[in-house]
């Protein structure tokens, strides 16, 4: 679809939510979507603790109407959601500009867009992010799932970590920049992919500055053979 990175879910709805999630959006912002979509579109906006911002349809169009859009955005507005209905994209170079001009993310729903195009482009790898839906009825089906798509390397991390509560397993560098230091720390690895590949359970815990002073004596103690408890550092 043109992007470099993507994230497989179960659902396009859990892609959404992953999405904002991601980009920062919570409680006390707003997200506008349009008024002609599935309920998912406005649902996760919920589902993080922002307002739903509803925009009304174009009067000949299944798009929502643009001059309308630029009124509804407010200093809490943080991200804008088209939806590509029924096939048909949106014009993405007017939900881009103002998304620039107003400094907002936008995830473009892509559900009923599988395979289009705007301009040349795929749809869904225009915006910040772009979430898909493969479920038994959708143009690309899988009987269930969704896809998140985005170009950004930190929207993807942050994405990875969250889609696997966190436990994302280490085989080769799935993380550019993360290291593993628990288990060379306390089984005297010297190689991380070696320390990766016996096999045990991994859980991050991100946002460390890349330190060899991370694990205290405690934390070593609190280590057991059964689940060895990784840090992971950034």
């Known amino acids: 679809v043109g992007t470099e990175k993507c994230v497989c879910l179960n659902s396009q709805t859990a892609c959404a939510e992953m999405a904002l999630r991601v980009l920062g959006v919570g409680a006390g912002d707003e997200v506008i979507t349009c008024a002609y979509t599935y309920t998912a579109s406005a649902s996760v906006i919920a589902h993080v603790g922002a307002k739903i911002v509803m925009c009304d349809l174009e009067r ?3 798009f929502m109407d643009y001059e309308k859009l630029n009124g509804l955005i407010t200093e809490k507005t943080k991200a804008i959601i088209p939806v590509h209905m029924m096939g048909y994209p949106c014009d993405m170079d007017r939900i881009m500009a103002i998304a620039k001009k107003h400094n907002l993310f936008v995830l ?56 696997d509560s ?69």
């Open 166 to 234: 966190s436990a994302v397993a280490f085989f080769g560098d799935q993380l550019d920049g993360f290291c593993a230091v628990a288990l060379v720390a306390v089984l005297g690895f010297d190689d991380h992919a070696d320390a990766v590949h016996i096999g045990f359970h991994i859980v991050i815990i991100a946002g460390f500055a890349h330190t060899s002073n991370v694990l205290s004596s405690h934390s070593i103690d609190m280590l057991h053979v059964a689940t060895i408890q990784k840090i992971m550092c950034a």
């Open 108 to 163: 473009e729903d892509a559900c009923q867009g599988n395979g289009g195009f705007f301009k040349g482009k795929r749809l869904g790898s225009i915006g910040d992010a772009g979430a898909f839906s493969f479920n038994y009825f959708k143009i690309a089906s899988c009987g269930e799932g969704g896809g998140f798509i985005t170009n950004s390397k930190d929207v993807f991390e942050r994405a990875l970590i969250y889609h």
């Open 60 to 62: 000949d169009s299944f």
